[in-house]
């Protein structure tokens, strides 16, 4: 069985829960991602992850949501195909949206849900929507499934060799990468974006997987953005046996970012430790869990809104040999586990993370190291409320 965390919406400090609106009719859109097709087929098998397929579980999820709060929703689906880099994509499928936008206006709710490099397009391509008037007095949820905030693992373009694909797909290949660079055009393209979209209302879910072998956890988390239109969640495919103190660790974490708090960097310092094998499914599994769909289509309608509040974009170093700290994590565990709120309020998740760890024998080299680095950690952690 997979497994969705994050925390309880009840537990956002700045957003609060509110009585599920009523909703007539609903579009779900679905945008999919872009790795080459050779690559996707040698790495992770055939794709499965579709437009279409996207676009008929965020369906399913809204006539869930639907039937749990007694309401008939007229559902459409919108199916937005095309390869290509970022920019080009939110052109074109801007211009096949307009042949739905009738439907657009009489929405309700509006849910878009996009998987890897489809992530940056969803929400420049709802901020085009926006700007051009066509989302005005609806709700609007965009879900983010291992998306590319600030790019692939670093050095995997290396590993991908990009010159052996045709021209066409290591240009959009090379540009995932980009996202990586705080100045690139690309980066700014989709801050200028989210800072859109949420200044409008709109809510973001971005879920990552915890052993994804393509993107990190911190990029798709989008762990360099902040405000309280944002939340996060790590999914963890029930195929794969995942160290219980790492998952209670990163549940513990994305719940403190869920109620406005800082996780320390930790997230940025473990995420290369957590990588899955190039065999492996991570980065494709995720969008078969209806869960995932559930958690954005409830953030979106069943939650308050206050985009008065600006968006705050924090410096962020992607992790790479020149700025590998190895005494670095240690330290900033032992500032989350100081932090008076997580003292005071969060003893029990602490007390859990430590026994977890105490019983974690991990076997793999990376996880080796980290349960290294964090031995001293046991012996100091806060065991009583401040």
Known sequence: MSKLFGGQEEEHLHV??????????????????????????????????????????????????????????????????????????????????????????????????????GTPVAVQLVAKLIEEGHADNKKIGIMG?????????????????????????????????????????????YIQGLRTVIAHGVKITFIGSVNDQLVPLYSSLCAHVNHPHIYRAIYVDGRVHAPSFIIYLIELLTKLRNMGLSDNGIIRDISDSLAGTLTGGGHSMIYNDHAVYDIAIKYALETSSI???PVKVNKFEVPMPSNYNP????????????????????????????????????????????????????????????
């Open 327 to 386: 005494y670095h994590l240690p330290w900033t565990v032992r500032g989350m586990l100081d932090q008076d709120f997580v003292r005071k309020h969060l003893l029990e998740d602490v007390k859990k993370i430590l026994n977890k760890f105490d019983d974690w024998n991990p076997e793999t080299k990376q996880l080796k190291d980290i349960k290294y680095r964090l031995s001293a950690i046991r012996n100091n952690a806060p065991l009583t409320a401040a």
């Open 145 to 189: 499934m291992a998306g590319v905030s600030l790019g692939p693992f670093y050095g995997l373009d290396q590993k991908l060799v990009i010159r052996a694909y045709t021209p066409f797909e290591s240009d959009s290949l090379k540009e995932l990468f980009a996202f990586q660079n705080p100045d690139s055009l690309q980066t700014r393209r």
């Open 16 to 117: 609060q829960l509110t009585a599920p609106p009523r909703i007539k009719k609903a579009v779900a859109i679905g945008i999919h991602g872009f790795f080459p097709i050779r690559m996707i087929r040698s790495i992770i098998g055939e794709p499965t992850g579709t437009s279409v397929k996207f676009a008929n579980e965020a369906a399913m999820g809204i006539q869930r949501w639907a039937e749990q709060s007694g309401q008939n929703v007229e559902i459409e689906k919108i199916a937005l195909e095309g390869e290509g880099i970022v920019l080009d994509r939110v052109e074109n499928l801007y211009r096949l949206l307009s042949n739905w936008i009738d439907h657009l206006h009489e929405a309700d709710f509006i849910i878009v849900a996009a998987h890897s490099q």
């Open 307 to 309: 985009p008065d509040l």
